[in-house]
């Protein structure tokens, strides 16, 4: 094994001992009490309204290409594409907005008639109530189209078993840079 791979592998061993927990998940035993409980709670449903800045541009992007086919530079769709992405979440449209989250996954161009993405990432929430919650996001995002739908398929922390529907709207894209802010409304499910 070389060097970097087992530095990773110790990394990955260290870290989690020094995160913090999320709420409700301290543990495997807190974890099955919640379980054993389940049966008897009530689902809820919670709104949520931020905004995704996806930074393409400048010194500090937070989407950046992974890998692309030969022909990808040649697609009007960027087809092939494949990017990963921790693009911030604020409260409001300007990027000094509280951040309350990041948006951390992959997405890649799956479309050769329009630009869309099939998007699997997820909504990391870093602040407020919701801090060290997690919900998982998955779908196609026709880009270029007013709205557009994701699903979520999945939560921990205070959204375990988490389903529901994020509705996107971009507010801002400059075609020039690929800079964009996305508009989130999400409906989520849960426990």
């Known amino acids: 094994m070389d060097k970097v791979m087992y530095t990773i592998l110790m990394l990955c061993s260290i870290v989690p001992t020094a995160l913090p927990m999320v709420p409700g998940g301290n543990g495997s035993s807190t974890t099955k009490n919640w379980f054993k409980k389940l049966p008897h709670k009530n689902q809820k ?3 949520l309204h931020f905004y995704l800045h996806d930074i393409v541009s400048g ?3 937070t989407n950046i290409p992974i890998a692309m086919s030969n022909s990808t530079a040649q697609s009007p769709t960027y087809f092939g594409l ?3 992405i921790d693009d911030p979440l604020t409260l409001g449209p300007s ?15 799956t479309s050769l008639e329009e630009i869309a993405f099939h998007m699997t990432f997820d909504i990391v929430f870093t602040n407020g109530k919701y801090n060290g919650s997690t919900l998982a996001v998955l779908g196609r995002n026709p880009f270029l189209r007013e709205y557009r739908e994701l699903s979520i398929v999945g939560g921990s922390g205070i959204f375990r078993l988490g389903r529901g529907t994020a509705v996107l709207n971009t507010v801002t894209y400059n075609s020039t840079s690929g800079d964009a802010v996305v508009e989130y409304n999400v409906t989520v499910l849960h426990y």
């Open 82 to 84: 494949i990017a990963a």
């Open 45 to 47: 449903a919670t709104h």
């Open 59 to 61: 010194p500090n992007p």
């Open 95 to 109: 990027p000094d907005s509280e951040i309350v989250g990041r948006a951390q996954g992959l997405f890649g161009s």
